[in-house]
């Protein structure tokens, strides 16, 4: 069965990130897809302090809670990544988070523009960024979507969706937002969807193509 992690990068269990990443779950548990959650707030995680042991074995050498997410997002098919704004980016706990998936991605020794990643290698994942401000003007969201999507790209995944949801503030401002729900529930649905659609091709592949070991 495939399976997608969630992953909320606010302290708050009940408010509008969490929401919206719930809500996104449960459109994919419809589809008979496993899902897991995780409130990076429950969570002791140090930033990379860029030490470079994990150059030869992917592994981080900090012992901290990380290790225990660690296995939950390689076993993962997808994930979806929500954070709410803080200062016109993402909250520490994604940035910590986002950081120490440094060890995934391996550079040629010789040259640090050539690089790949664990996932790339693994044949690819997908993921989903929600990014919520309280404001009601997209520009004073800063760098918050692509502070998740671009490492998470560099990371091996495809981002099939960045959704960008304004005026949020109270815990109960999502409650009021029927379309904020509806675009996090059609991403989960396009996630789902192209899910079954890998399933399928991975299936079918061999019988139609000419592959050959090396």
Sequence with gaps: M?????????????????????????????????????????YNISGCN???SCKDTYRCVIHDDMQKI?????????????????????????????????????FAEDDRSVWSSVNEALGGKYALVIAICEQDDEKDMGFTPEAMSLPLAGLGYRVLDTVKILKLYKKEDILRNT?????????????????????EIESNIRKHLDIKNS
């Design 2 to 42: 495939m399976k997608v992690v969630g992953i909320i990068g606010s302290e708050r269990k009940d408010g509008n990130t969490a929401y919206l990443v719930q809500e996104t779950l449960k459109t994919l548990k419809s589809k008979e897809i496993a899902t897991e959650t995780i409130f990076l707030g429950d």
């Design 50 to 52: 860029g030490c470079e």
């Design 70 to 106: 660690y296995p939950l997002i390689l076993n993962s098919d997808a994930i979806v990544l929500g954070s709410p704004t803080y200062f016109y980016n993402i909250t520490s706990l994604t940035k910590a988070f986002l950081e120490r998936f440094y060890c995934f991605q391996v």
């Design 179 to 199: 379309e904020a729900v509806e675009k996090a529930k059609t991403a989960g649905e396009k996630l789902g969807k192209t899910l079954q659609l890998r399933k």
